[in-house]
């Protein structure tokens, strides 16, 4: 078995473990359809979880202690089913060709996040940059501000209803 | 090595350095709070140069965005025009022939070259050096009259279409390439390492200046000859191969000390990988059509999410596409290595000289447009 296999073990058993859910009420079985295999030649990644809002600290957590670094976050408006997705793209710096996801609904009237910087620093600015573009907020991000738009916009340009 | 640190502040003043400083090679301004030499603080201030491209991109078809991507980092402009065609053709399920994945190579290696040598050249200005520019502008002048003689362009090329590229190369290029592999062989042991590489002042000045371990790279996401120049194997032409690079026999320089000589010596190897690089793939140079057949011109991905990277000169590009079935992209996303390579410049760069932070702000090879888009 090679290092990507096993890394893609290990990566699937932390995330099936109850004990993710730190809250406690989430759920006492895991759930396992959250969890997705990728094909690498068409999605260009391996392994996607599609978790809750609560659950992304210690997702992004696992993903940094098995080595993998945060390449970046993006954010998707549904504006028909009034949600925002926001993606989290990962890969392994050391075992080729081994990328995660980490995907999260919200609601587009409440757009709120736990902020990952404490965990990845490189969240700092890919945070800022989605908040700078669709308006999401980052719960205990050190500084929430606008990045690449001037300070005094106020319009989230990636967002569908907006019309220059 | 610099001086012994100050252990507290006293006095403090805030210093701007950019948006118009030679140093920061474009519209990028530092918010530096500075205590006498010594750096206490410093802030990017990003946003002066952006274009809201990803908005641009949701408004046109997929070839619409195709010219727009060259527009972001215009040193290596071939890669984003790549990086954009992997995306879609992995979106649209399109096959790349042959030939036109090797033309595809020779020509994002000159264009990676050429981005190196201008850094190179660049680099060397910032540092009070003049000469090394004449030399390496001669080279490259060579690498864009040969691109331009099979893209049309010489720095925005739009060459690319999506299934293969959009001219076939010809004899006079081939011929050309070959010459020049020899001429800059020859010349960088001789005008490159000799007159700048074993020079004392450069030594001085970038030699244990700027340094960044392993893991700082890891946390703040930096890729590329940053992350390569602190002992990181991480290169996305062996990581996660696309395109022919497989098939080519080349290696990825590490150097494991993390300092701006370290940056340094992994952009000049690669420059010589780069030409083992194309002298291969001139010689494997199958026949046959440079473009796929039956590509519909206005392509309908499936609904989806895809994702693709590829390595630019600067580190690991990265779209993040969303389709939604219609015929423009719902989302594009680009992940550009210097925004994430600039964004631990304020952690490295406190507490150093400020003659130091610009030698170490260089040596991260900005290009302001791609961090902006």
């Known amino acids: ?164 | 090595m610099n001086l012994p640190r100050p252990q507290h502040y006293e006095e403090t003043f805030v210093l701007n350095l950019g948006p118009q400083h030679p140093a920061t090679h474009g519209v990028l301004r530092i918010k530096v709070t500075m205590d006498g030499e010594y750096v206490v603080k410093a802030e990017p201030v990003l946003g002066y140069i952006h274009r809201m491209h990803e908005k641009i991109a949701e408004q046109g078809n997929f070839a619409q965005f195709m010219p727009y991507t060259a527009r972001m980092d215009y040193l290596h402009a071939l890669a984003f025009n790549h990086g954009y065609c992997l995306v879609v053709e992995r979106a649209a399920g399109i096959e790349v022939p042959e030939r036109a994945e090797y033309i595809r190579v020779i020509t994002v290696e000159l264009n990676r070259i050429a981005s190196h040598l201008l850094w190179w050249a660049a680099f060397l200005l910032d540092l009070g050096g003049f000469t090394p520019l004449l030399y390496a502008f001669d080279d490259r002048e060579q690498i864009l009259d040969l691109l331009e003689r099979i893209t049309g362009s010489r720095l925005t090329y739009c060459y690319f279409r999506f299934g293969g590229v959009c001219t076939d190369v010809d004899d006079e290029f081939i011929s050309g390439t070959r010459a020049f592999i020899t001429r800059l062989r020859k010349r960088l042991p001789t005008m490159y390492h000799s007159l700048v590489t074993g020079n004392i002042i450069l030594i001085k000045r970038i030699k244990d200046i700027g340094i960044i371990s392993r893991e700082q790279c890891r946390l703040y996401g930096a890729s590329g000859p940053v992350a390569r120049g602190s002992g990181i194997d991480f290169d996305v032409r062996k990581h996660e191969p696309y395109s022919v690079y497989p098939e080519l026999d080349f290696d990825i320089p590490v150097y494991p000390d993390g300092d701006s000589m370290a940056r340094y010596m992994v952009r000049m190897d690669e420059i010589e990988q780069s030409l083992r690089i194309i002298e291969q793939a001139l010689d494997k140079l199958p026949d046959g059509p440079i473009i796929a057949a039956k590509v519909p011109k206005n392509l309908k991905p499936e609904a989806g999410a895809f994702y693709a990277a590829v390595e630019t000169a600067r580190g690991s590009l990265g779209h993040r596409l969303i389709c939604d079935g219609s015929k423009n992209p719902y989302r594009l996303k680009l992940r550009s290595p210097t925004f994430c390579n600039l964004s631990l410049y304020a952690e490295v760069a406190e507490g150093m000289m400020i003659a130091d932070a610009l030698a170490f702000l260089g040596s991260l090879d900005l290009v302001i447009p791609e961090i902006d888009r």
């Open chain 1, 1 to 164: 078995m090679d290092a990507r296999n096993e890394l893609h073990i290990a990566i699937t058993n932390l995330f099936t473990a109850p004990e993710q859910c730190a809250d406690g009420e989430s759920t006492a079985v895991p759930d396992t359809t959250t969890l997705k295999n990728l094909d690498h030649a068409r999605n260009g990644a391996d392994l996607e979880h599609h978790c809750l809002p609560e659950q992304l600290p210690a997702a992004a957590g696992i993903l940094e202690g098995q080595g993998l670094m945060l390449e970046s976050i993006t954010a998707v408006d549904w504006i028909e089913q009034q949600e925002f997705e926001v993606f989290y793209d990962f890969i392994h710096t050391d075992v080729a060709n081994y990328r995660v996801v980490l995907r999260c609904t919200i609601s587009r009237i409440q757009a709120e996040l736990p902020s990952l910087c404490s965990v990845f620093p490189a969240a700092n600015w890919h945070e800022r940059e989605v908040f700078d573009f669709f308006g999401i907020h980052f719960n205990s991000h050190p500084d929430l501000t606008r990045i690449l738009l001037p300070e005094d916009a106020d319009f989230y340009p990636l967002r569908k209803d907006y019309m220059p």
